[in-house]
């Protein structure tokens, strides 16, 4: 081995050092950004004279190290465990905040609701049975009907209101997952293009796609299938309906969902 050769080999050395620290740098500075995944170099042997010689794997000449790749350190089984858990607490939210509006109609908490007069209605209507012919209770029975009535009706009209800002509501999420299913395309595709390219994954775009995915599933439910020769994923609903694929994003409109590429 020459002189230029030994020195070649630490050359190589320091620059895929410097190149890892760089990356550690770049862990250190990202340690406290929402959704960044922490970066690993992958340091491996300099294969030149192997390749040369056609002696693929071996290192005959020691030609030193060098930085193979970059990766993520992510565990698929955990971000799928978050990904449902997502889902799971933005269907509980959504439920929780509705069913308490509701609860407020009914009123039954304060003991004096639909439950409570229903109860009083029914222990009228049972006194009267007893004695049909006791026009006090003929009186209570109707007087207790009358009450019930008057609050179902009420009832009606204020569940009625909560239904047009809960419409609206509606209306507004879908324009939301439509945009955050175009976004998701356009950043999906830019992976790809890199990657297609030959240079260096786009690691952080992909810790962009994740964080993306995750606000979408407090949405709507979403499977997530990874891309077998590429960087990219396919995006699906919960009953398995595409939602994003490259070049491709699903558009959604009130009763239906139209495909835009």
Do not use: C
Not at 13 to 19: I, K
Not at 162 to 190: C, F, K, M, Y
Request: hydrophobic share 40%.
């Amino acid at each position: 081995m020459t002189i230029a050769s030994l020195i070649n080999v630490s050359k190589l050395g320091v620059l895929s050092s410097q190149s890892a620290l760089q990356v550690v740098s770049h862990n250190i500075a990202n340690v406290n950004t929402e959704g960044f995944s922490r970066q690993t170099a992958v340091l491996g042997t300099n294969a030149t004279n192997a390749q040369r010689y056609g002696l693929s794997g071996t290192n005959v000449a020691g030609d030193g190290v060098m930085v193979n790749a970059v990766t993520r350190q992510v565990d698929a089984l955990v971000e799928n465990r978050i990904l449902l858990g997502e889902q799971e607490l933005g269907r509980l939210t959504t439920r929780d905040r509705f069913l308490m509006m509701v609860e407020d109609e009914f009123n039954d908490l304060d003991g004096d609701g639909f439950s409570q007069r229903m109860a009083s209605f029914f222990e009228a209507a049972d006194s009267l049975a007893d004695n049909p012919l006791n026009p006090v209770a003929r009186e209570e029975f109707v007087a207790r009907s009358e009450t019930l009535g008057n609050f179902a009706n009420r009832m009606h009209s204020s569940l009625s209101e909560l239904a047009l800002p809960v419409d609206g509501e509606i209306t507004v999420a879908i324009q939301d997952i439509n945009t955050r299913l175009r976004s998701l395309q356009q950043v999906n595709d830019a992976i790809v293009r890199q990657g297609t390219a030959g240079s260096d994954p786009a690691l952080d775009l992909m810790d962009k796609r994740q964080t993306m995915i995750r606000e979408l599933s407090e949405l709507m439910d979403v499977q997530v299938l990874d891309q077998p020769n590429s960087a990219g994923i396919t995006l699906l609903s919960g009953s398995g309906r595409m939602l994003m694929d490259q070049g491709f994003s699903a558009q959604f409109e009130r009763g239906s969902i139209s495909n835009v590429t």
